[in-house]
């Protein structure tokens, strides 16, 4: 193995900055095993945060439990969004029928099996054969307004049929393409990023219907599926206008592209000022062990604010 222990007794300390957890278990074992102090670092946004681990004087970077990521039914996701994240992950699915590697547990249709929805209209339709979402995208080339028309006007017209599950909750209005509705206005700081602004609703349609266009000529040239990357500009701005076009129709808050590469990437997306901040704190927390006085370190937590 080529990062085992007696890699680790090579140095006199180690500075972490991992982006994922399985790495950051191994090195904090390795650390542990060859007794060398490790400072392990993160950040994550606008928050960041430093801690100095040192076998037999400090807790270890696994001694508390680590937040594991949250998963939604899929009930929930197909039929009921409640809260923007549904929608984000909604749309992350939607890219993935429609260009990835399609996953049935990801599926993007209305759910008619919804136990919710027992006893609805929409429940005599289970004995109907569907076609894959992939399948029908493909028998209409991929047009956008087509694409536009099923997933937020007649899938949402479908939902609506299963009247069981908005008796307790507010139903969705599906787009009108004849009628589309008037936008309405924000008021935001111009100094605000462009990634951190909120989209109309008129970008948020040509936004959509031009991804798919650009993306299924991707898919033409690379072969036979695309890999969602938050970093592809297409890709992000598709899920982008997705995620805010099914949150409007729910009644719920739109987001920026931002804050949407922020929950639908692996990881939160790095602030420049943040990293930084711990950077600098992870060199004083170092000097300190490099003068023998480790007993003068601890966990710090740094917030970045904009001022």
């Not at 087509?146 to 609506?160: E, H, M, R």
């Not at 602030?271 to 300190?288: D, F, K, P």
């Amino acid at each position: 193995m080529e990062y085992d222990i007696n890699f680790f007794r090579r140095f006199d300390i180690v500075m972490n900055a991992l982006d994922n957890k399985a790495a950051r278990n191994h090195v904090n074992r390795m650390c542990l095993a060859a007794n060398i102090p490790l400072v392990e670092s993160g950040s994550a946004g606008y928050l960041g945060q430093v801690t100095v681990i040192q076998k037999g004087l400090t807790e270890c970077y696994e001694c508390q439990p680590k937040p594991t990521a949250k998963t939604f039914p899929g009930c929930t996701i197909r039929n009921t969004p409640s809260e923007p994240i549904h929608c984000v992950v909604w749309a992350k699915h939607l890219f993935n029928q429609l260009y990835g590697e399609p996953d049935a547990d990801e599926d993007v249709s209305p759910d008619a099996a919804d136990p919710e929805a027992a006893g609805s209209g929409a429940e005599t339709d289970l004995l109907i054969q569907r076609v894959s979402t992939r399948e029908w995208v493909s028998s209409c080339s991929y047009n956008p307004d087509k694409l536009f028309q099923k997933f937020f006007t007649d899938d949402i017209n479908y939902l609506l049929t299963m009247d069981k599950l908005w008796q307790t909750r507010r139903p969705p209005v599906p787009f009108n393409t004849q009628c589309l509705p008037l936008d309405d206005v924000f008021s935001q700081s111009m100094e605000l990023l462009p990634d951190q602004r909120l989209w109309s609703l008129q970008v948020c349609i040509s936004s959509f219907k031009r991804c798919v266009a650009d993306l299924s000529k991707k898919l033409d040239r690379d072969g036979d599926f695309l890999v969602w990357d938050k970093d592809h500009v297409a890709s992000l701005e598709f899920v982008t206008a997705a995620t805010n076009l099914r949150a409007h129709i729910f009644g719920l808050s739109r987001l920026s592209q931002f804050e949407v590469k922020s929950m639908a990437g692996n990881i939160v997306p790095a602030i420049a000022s943040t990293n930084a901040v711990v950077g600098g704190i992870i060199v004083m927390e170092a000097l300190h062990i490099i003068s023998s006085k480790i007993y003068h370190c601890k966990s710090i937590c740094a917030v970045c604010r904009l001022t």
